[in-house]
């Protein structure tokens, strides 16, 4: 609830009430002026109260399964500042699970607990990780922390308990070599994002969110809001200048860089370039699971390798935490470290 603000011209009180509304209905917006502070006070507190009376019974008259994931769209949108990139993955996950539905399931409202216990065994059936089921599962708890914040629906998933994962296992790293042959064998239309990725280590949905405008003037560095909405400015080195220099069109505008295969201007799709790059993978060490991410780690590795210190590392990689940077690189021993600690004796 906002609080009332003093307008010294006018000498009164300003109280603002806005409240959203679920099927699509207009939104409750009032603004009113009081002479003071406490009947500002007390008309914004029985406004709440209406709100919840209202919201409430808005509950009882049901929403359908997409109404509800629109709802919460546009709440990630408007309030959350999700990306339209991130906005059309959640929306690609959330459908996924919508479609795995019994068809009697129609209203958002209908869903329990056992519904997504037994979408999480489907998951793992189809061979998914723990940690991608957890993943899949933490959008789905999100649209029942929207529904129950906003519209006061129940949240059926306060019952699910996200799976075990190995949090010390490595996630796939190609060697110097294994790098050079992706990028002598993948699709040429693929080439250009991978050696980005490769000297930049941007996450996959910082790639897919780039615009010609987030680029420097002179073309050396980045600048955008990745995880989190943290800033973050990142080099560029000469081979990811000349990977941007392919794809430079005549007319630069706010169009995203990586564009599709297909050269349309819709955004280049994640799950076609991971096709592209577990295929190349796949043919050059057997690994059928490795995408764009590995290629992230490719980046920090080297960093570590050339002795870059986990700080540095830290910052470019985007981690909100050290212990994150140290947690995958910290066993990459820096050459002049090594056999430092031989020399204690105790």
Request: proline fraction near 4%.
């Amino acid at each position: 609830m906002a609080k009332p603000k003093h307008n010294k011209k006018a000498d009164r009180w300003e109280a603002s009430f806005y409240a959203t509304m679920p099927n699509g209905e207009k939104p409750i917006r009032e603004n009113r002026r009081f002479k003071t502070k406490a009947e500002a006070t007390g008309w914004l507190k029985a406004k709440k109260a209406a709100k919840e009376t209202l919201k409430k019974d808005s509950s009882i008259r049901k929403i359908e399964l997409f109404d509800a994931a629109e709802l919460w769209l546009n709440y990630l949108e408007v309030k959350r500042k999700r990306s339209i990139t991130t906005l059309q993955e959640y929306a690609r996950k959330i459908k996924l699970f919508f479609c795995f539905l019994p068809a009697e399931i129609t209203l958002i409202n209908q869903i329990e607990l056992r519904h997504i216990n037994d979408f999480t065994n489907y998951l793992l059936s189809r061979g998914h990780e723990n940690s991608t089921v957890n993943t899949q599962i933490n959008q789905i708890k999100s649209l029942f922390r929207c529904m129950t914040k906003e519209y006061y629906l129940k949240n059926p998933t306060t019952g699910w308990e996200p799976l075990e994962t190995d949090k010390d296992k490595q996630s796939f790293c190609p060697t110097v070599e294994q790098y050079r042959l992706l990028i002598e064998n993948i699709d040429p239309k693929c080439r250009p994002v991978c050696e980005f990725v490769a000297n930049t280590g941007l996450r996959k949905t910082e790639v897919f969110n780039l615009k010609w405008s987030d680029i420097s003037p002179d073309g050396k560095s980045i600048g955008f809001y990745g995880k989190g909405r943290r800033f973050r400015t990142v080099g560029l080195n000469q081979t990811a200048q000349d990977a941007l220099e392919k794809l430079r069109p005549e007319n630069l505008n706010g169009d995203p860089i990586f564009i599709h295969l297909s050269n349309s201007k819709k955004l280049l799709k994640p799950s076609t370039l991971y096709y592209h790059i577990s295929k190349a993978f796949e043919r050059i060490t057997g690994t059928d699971k490795a995408g764009l991410h590995c290629l992230r780690h490719f980046f920090g590795t080297q960093l570590a390798a050339a002795d870059v210190s986990a700080l540095k590392i830290k910052e470019l990689m985007g981690h909100r935490n050290i212990a994150t940077t140290e947690r995958y690189y910290i066993h990459l021993l820096p050459k002049h470290l090594a056999g430092v600690t031989e020399s204690l004796k105790f």
